[in-house]
């Protein structure tokens, strides 16, 4: 068995150390929980199929997380009692009109063949749309995916970390320097890879979710995530709750301050997207995503007794539990599902 540290509790960190301490070796694992935590911000949609993006290597690795994530939660939450606030309600990804819902459906339903996961793909009327998000607008038409499910990215935290714990780990809420290393150095530091300075270098967007409740008698639950026009989404938090997202800010700034622009114009689309109802404000959420170079996550060494996983992007919470599997799989020495060639571009 072997020692590690890992520098980094965000959603890859916790979930690599959880993995580790499973697999018996000895972790201690550092925090600071910086605000601007990206996994706390998160809107925790696992519906990888859904994207344009065209990139292999991210999409075997995001269908590979998706795929893990009913598995997954059962096993933390039945080892821990801690609920993860999974869900799998399914995901509708709105068109502006028949003509791009043709394209779109057909686009999403090529993707079943290799990823029966996603269960049924099928059109959804206006009229349909209406019927299974009561509040939501009526003006577009959609496809629904019934694999889509939705992930509360500080439950998930928490589960781990519990996990992590029972397993035997530390976890150990400070900054790390490098004289605390014990064993193989892991670090899982997010937007603040900067400070370490290793290649490939880590930037990240500055990205604002608002939160809000829709003031209507009927208490609508159990509504599926919404991919709605352009790159905004809306999750439901519960009764007549949601979030909408996302505003994508490139920066060098740390700064976790919501910004006034930012808020008018989610609480606009808000409106938009739940005409008629009266939108209560419930917070505005910021977090700090990070990248690496060509929006591709980064999995290697730095150095010989340095190991790097972060620029886990737009879907670091789909594909952080099973990068945890598999990177214990490779640490072992075992033979592993994902190829890490692909992920160590340097
Ligand atoms: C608004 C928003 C919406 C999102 N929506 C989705 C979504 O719907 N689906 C999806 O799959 N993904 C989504 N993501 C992306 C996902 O949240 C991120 O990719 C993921 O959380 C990144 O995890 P991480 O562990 O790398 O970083 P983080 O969660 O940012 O964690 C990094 C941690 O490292 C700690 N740290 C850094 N340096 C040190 C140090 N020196 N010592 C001690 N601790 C340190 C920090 O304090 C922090 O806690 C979203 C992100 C945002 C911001």
Same mark, same amino acid.
């Given at each position: ?72 939660v ?11 606030? $999974?869900?799998?309600?399914g ?5 502006k009109? @028949? ?7 057909? *686009? ?19 009229? @349909? ?7 939501l607008t @009526?003006l577009? +038409?959609?496809? $629904?995916?019934e694999?889509g499910g ?14 992590? /714990? ?24 997010? !937007?603040? !890879?900067?400070?370490?300075?290793y290649? +490939? ?9 608002f ?19 352009? +790159? ?10 949601y ?12 700064s976790?301050?919501?910004s *006034? ?13 739940? +005409?008629?109802?009266?939108?209560? @404000? ?11 170079r060509?929006?591709m ?19 670091g ?16 020495g075992?033979?592993?599902? /994902? ?8």
């Amino acid at each position: 068995m072997s020692t590690y540290t890992i520098v980094g509790g965000g959603i890859v960190g916790a979930s690599i150390g959880y993995h580790l301490v499973k697999a018996g070796h000895t972790v201690t694992l550092y925090d600071r929980a910086d605000s601007g935590q990206a996994t706390a911000a998160s809107a925790g949609i696992i519906a990888p199929w859904i994207s344009q993006k065209r990139n292999k290597d991210w999409y075997r690795l995001v269908t590979a997380g998706a795929k893990y994530y009913p598995e997954f939660v059962k096993k933390i939450e039945t080892e821990t009692g801690v609920s993860t606030g $999974y869900k799998q309600e399914g995901v509708l990804s709105l068109f502006k009109d @028949d003509t791009v819902l043709e394209k779109g459906f057909k *686009r999403i339903h090529s993707k079943k063949e290799n990823a029966p996961e996603m269960g049924e793909v099928y059109k959804v009327s206006r009229e @349909d749309v209406k019927k299974m998000h009561p509040h939501l607008t @009526d003006l577009y +038409p959609g496809v $629904y995916v019934e694999g889509g499910g939705q992930i509360e990215g500080a439950s998930l935290l928490k589960a781990l970390k519990a996990g992590f /714990l029972h397993h035997g780990g530390r976890w150990i809420n400070e900054d790390f320097n490098s004289s605390k290393t014990e064993g193989l150095l892991i670090y899982a530091s997010g !937007a603040w !890879a900067v400070e370490q300075g290793y290649a +490939p270098k880590i930037r990240h967007q500055r990205s604002e979710v608002f939160h809000f409740e829709v003031d209507e008698a009927e208490k609508v639950t159990d509504t599926p995530v919404v991919m709605a026009l352009g +790159p905004i989404y809306l999750v439901e938090l519960g009764a007549n709750k949601y979030a909408i997202g996302t505003t994508h800010t490139e920066t060098e700034s740390f700064s976790t301050e919501p910004s *006034r622009e930012n808020y008018d114009y989610l609480r606009g689309l808000a409106q938009r997207y739940f +005409p008629g109802s009266n939108i209560r @404000d419930i917070s505005m959420m910021v977090g700090l995503k990070p990248f690496a170079r060509d929006y591709m996550p980064y999995i290697g060494y730095a150095e010989e007794n340095v190991f790097i996983v972060n620029g886990l992007g737009s879907t670091g919470l789909t594909a952080s539990p099973v990068l945890g599997r598999e990177i214990v799989k490779f640490l072992n020495g075992e033979e592993t599902e /994902l190829d890490f060639g692909d992920y160590s571009y340097i």
